[in-house]
């Protein structure tokens, strides 16, 4: 067993950041180079003899000690217990016991008391509290003294569970933190910072909270992400020990209602009722809504959920992707991967920013290196995000969105790449044939549309789009200019190397035939009227050997598709908001395009979430969700004789209505695309606002080009 001194020692070895140098040990433990020295062969002969990993000594650099937690575990129960008086403290670790001191007191406390407590001398207390001031200070908190009581963190409630949050999370990702806490019992393997840590949760059923969890993901249909998960653990934990203590946060009345509305208000209701049961408290409302804007701001790996706002959304995305698009020189608007993915991600982070909700992201480093490129372009390209928030991105939530475009540009990178179709060709059409159908299947990207017989090589041919011919049996080549090979039925080498060969071809652009079905459907569009949209697609893509992601209600119109000369009304005048919603949503009425309903439930958005829809200086964008009220996919343009406000302060007033309809959340998107492109479009602008007549807008929309 080793001594008290070289005990301390190992612990400390464990606990420091990379490596660290026999100096700064000789002081830490007030002893020369040379005991530390003997000490640590002390500590390397109790690890050898214990089947654990041996101190690491780099020349010039310093020592460290590699372990996995199964071996830091063995590590600490051989030592024994460790307690605060065992170990050695660094200033941080310090600062943050301290703080989680003054966090957990209801009242005053002395420098005394935090000396005793934390085990350090009152003076190295008095120099910490520099420190413990400016960490305070920087979250919008203070600490105020009381002569012959001692300190305490006065501020706002939200303020003191954020800096609580801050010192749960310090030096461990969200989700370790969670791990941490949730054991009720103190063990060995919890020393120093861990064990203060988790003793603030002690007395928390965390297995209550997270069951609440699971009832709000299958009310919202939603999957929470681990991250989000954890998070929202934590949250709710602080929030159940602060409304113990009568410490209730006080919310916005404005900003209540308008929560009130939501799903996940009456979600947050409901599990409330389970956690005032357990933990036998009252939750008052505002701690309810609080609790909303938690599960507002938490992104989801699985959603079902339609937004109201989900024109504005979807407009910011556009926009933003372009914006990235353009500094990376790389067109990604047909990534519909991509769109979904940011939709799915922009909604809880514009929450997250109206409430300064932070969100720790464990991979940033690693994405500032491997994506560096693409998170400039991000950063420098969400101000879209920012000005619909009210508030700044930081790099955690940048790095977040980063990896969403990360993995577009890796899927783009195989844009031009044809999945080639093939047939395997032998004498009967099976046996061998199947065999070496799996064969190719497994060393190659092909697509093997058929195993056939020698006789029926003529009839596939006429009937379907083939690429390359493989064969086991002798057969005329270059069928209709088709490449054919023939193999082994246990492909050789040198069969290996040919099918090779003629696969480069394809990739090299040699033979590849790059046409975007979406494309022929849309020219087929400009001249003719299409009776079967999915009928049409799926027999191009058969003739013309296409990947057919085109399905029922997808077909996107231009455009010019949409917004027609009977869609358009100039100099419209309008008293209020109101009633120049209801003069848009009469032209889509009129033209059967929407219900009444529609039109009311594009004015209650409104009431309920704000003027959202005024997306730029002097021009607002009405809509509602996709629901049964709408006929087919509409858009309709104003503009107003009188300029109006609808309560922007930024874009305020409007002097250009478009309202929006969508059957899905899918089909508007490439008109809703081209008319994010002509409202940046100053030029464009200024035609509008002109106009005698709708078709000087129509006519420049179409002699602009619709990208």
């Known amino acids: ?51 654990l990993p041996q101190i690491i000594r780099k020349p010039n650099e310093g020592i460290s000690y590699n372990c996995n937690s199964v071996e830091k575990s063995k590590v600490l129960d051989l030592l024994g217990e460790i307690g605060l008086n065992q170990y050695v403290l660094s200033q941080n670790e310090r600062i943050t016991m301290i703080l989680t001191e003054l966090l957990e007191s209801r009242n005053y406390i002395t420098m005394d008391n935090l000396a005793e407590s934390i085990l350090i001398s009152r003076s190295t207390i008095l120099k910490d509290m520099v420190k413990v001031r400016k960490w305070l200070l920087d979250r919008n908190l203070e600490l105020k003294s009381c002569k012959g009581y001692g300190v305490k963190i006065v501020g706002d409630e939200k303020y003191l569970r954020e800096a609580a949050i801050v010192l749960l999370t310090s030096n461990v990702d969200v989700y370790k933190a969670l791990n941490l806490i949730k054991a009720s019992k103190v063990s060995k393997s919890d020393y120093g910072l861990d064990k203060y840590k988790k003793q603030l949760f002690k007395d928390i059923d965390i297995q209550c909270i997270e069951n609440c969890l699971h009832i709000a993901e299958e009310q919202l249909e939603t999957k929470f992400t681990d991250e989000s998960y954890s998070g929202l653990v934590i949250h709710i934990a602080i929030a159940i020990k602060r409304v113990r203590e009568d410490k209730d946060i006080v919310m916005d009345k404005n900003e209540l209602m308008a929560l009130e509305i939501t799903k996940e208000f009456v979600v947050a209701s409901s599990i409330t009722k389970i956690l005032e049961t357990r933990f036998e408290v009252v939750i008052p409302i505002d701690e309810i809504g609080y609790i909303t804007i938690h599960l507002l701001g938490s992104n989801v790996s699985i959603s079902k959920n339609n937004d109201v706002d989900w024109g504005t959304i979807e407009f910011i995305t556009d926009n933003f992707i372009k914006n990235v698009g353009s500094i990376l020189n790389i067109d990604l608007l047909m990534d519909k991967q991509l769109f979904d993915g940011l939709i799915q991600h922009i909604r809880p982070t514009i929450y997250r920013l109206k409430h300064n909700i932070t969100l720790k992201n ?57 999945i080639i179709n093939a047939i395997v060709v032998c004498a009967t059409g099976v046996g061998t044939s199947k065999m070496v159908s799996s064969k190719i299947q497994s060393l190659f990207n092909i697509n093997i549309i058929d195993t056939v017989s020698y006789n029926q090589v003529d009839d596939v041919i006429k009937n379907q789009a083939v690429d390359l ?41 040699h033979i590849n035939n790059n046409i975007s079905l979406e494309k022929i459907m849309e020219l087929v569009s400009h001249s003719c009227t299409i009776l079967n949209n999915e009928k049409l697609a799926e027999e191009l893509a058969s003739y013309l050997s296409l990947t057919n992601k085109f399905k029922k209600g997808v077909f996107q119109p231009m455009l010019s598709d949409v917004l027609t000369n009977d869609f358009i009304k100039l100099n419209v005048d309008a008293e209020n908001w109101e009633e120049a919603i209801r003069c848009g949503g009469g032209i889509l009425k009129n033209n059967d395009i929407i219900e009444e309903k529609y039109i009311e439930s594009m004015i209650d958005s409104v009431k309920a979430l704000g003027p959202y829809i005024v997306i730029a200086p002097g021009i607002a964008m ?55 492109t002509f409202l940046g479009d100053k030029e464009f602008i200024n035609t509008v606002l002109n106009a005698n007549n709708s078709s000087q807008i129509t006519n420049y929309i179409k002699n602009k080009g619709e990208m």
Not at 405 to 415: K, Q, S
Not at 473 to 498: A, G, H, Q
């Open 622 to 676: 009405p809509h509602a969700r996709p629901d049964e009220s709408v006929k087919k996919i509409g858009m309709s343009l104003i503009t107003l004789n009188k300029p109006i406000n609808f309560g922007n302060k930024d874009n305020d007033p409007v002097s250009i209505v478009v309202c929006l309809c969508s059957v899905d959340h899918s089909s508007h998107l490439k008109a809703l695309s081209q008319l994010a």
């Open 1 to 51: 067993m080793l001594n008290k001194r070289c005990s301390k020692l190992l612990c400390e070895i464990m606990e420091a950041r990379g490596v660290i140098s026999i100096l700064q040990l000789s002081k830490i433990f007030g002893v020369s180079n040379r005991t530390i020295r003997y000490d640590l062969d002390k500590i390397d002969d109790f690890c050898k003899s214990s089947n």
């Open 469 to 509: 011919i493989i064969t086991t049996v002798p057969i005329k080549s270059n069928i209709n200019n088709i490449p054919c090979i023939e193999v082994s039925p246990f492909l050789s080498e040198k069969n290996i190397n040919e099918i090779s060969a003629v696969l480069r071809k394809y990739d090299n652009g």
């Open 362 to 418: 464990p991979l940033l480093k690693e994405i500032k290196q491997s994506l560096g490129k693409v998170f400039y372009a991000v950063k420098h390209s969400d101000y879209g995000i920012e000005e619909y928030a009210g508030n700044k991105l930081n790099d955690e939530e940048i790095g977040y969105l980063t990896l969403h475009f990360g993995a577009a540009i890796e899927r783009g990178n195989g844009v031009n790449k044809r």
